[in-house]
């Protein structure tokens, strides 16, 4: 195990619009980056399930157990999640997470924080510090914020996934002939205006449709917030 990702995001929506796009197993893939499918095990209390993430040349599969509790149509409430894979291919092993929703005046506050083992043996506990477990933070925040505008504004997840492809293309075109200037015609003037459309490509920002990681919390606000829920260990292990 190591460092717990965490991730915090604000949502101005309903608890109830909210849990309905986490619960459900055909809501949660179209938002969450980490996720092809989930396929629940009918009847299964807690929730068994499968689930797959494609890649070009492989889909990876594992299987979890998962289990929400509400307090209320006001109140706070949790889910809990143990998830395991045998597939050698996986960059991430045995682990376990939760959620919590907590509402405030504004809306609700929408937290994860999970652990897992490395895969891939020796080199993936040597490139998970440094590489795989920023990267799953990262596509955790970024798939957070698309379910903020999901949850708010209406906007589809592949709405939201289109817009930021366009707005990462436009950035990633604008610094490519940036550097295309400064190297045809490497002049003084050249260089600072090549200079300024890189920095300004990085700086400018995204349109209000486009998901951002950067609008998430990474690290916890207090020991609360990143202390998983009493039920976490009490969930039974995926078969």
Known sequence: MGKQVYVEIPVRAPLERLWELTQDPSSHPRWDLRFTAIIPAPGTVPQQFRYEFKLPVHTIHGTGTSLGTRTGDQGQATSVLKFTTRDVLSPIGPGAGYWRYIPGPDGIRFI??????????????????????PALGWATAWSFDRLRLWAEDGILPERARRAWLVDAGLRAAA?????????RYPRAGTAFAAVAAVACAGMLPAGSSVPRAAHCRRQPPDRHSSRPPASLAALPEPA
Do not use: K, V
């Open 112 to 133: 994860t924080g999970y652990d897992y083992s490395p895969g891939w043996g020796r080199l993936g506990r040597w490139l998970d510090g440094p590489l795989i477990r």
């Open 175 to 183: 610094a490519a002939g940036a550097l295309y200037l400064l190297f």
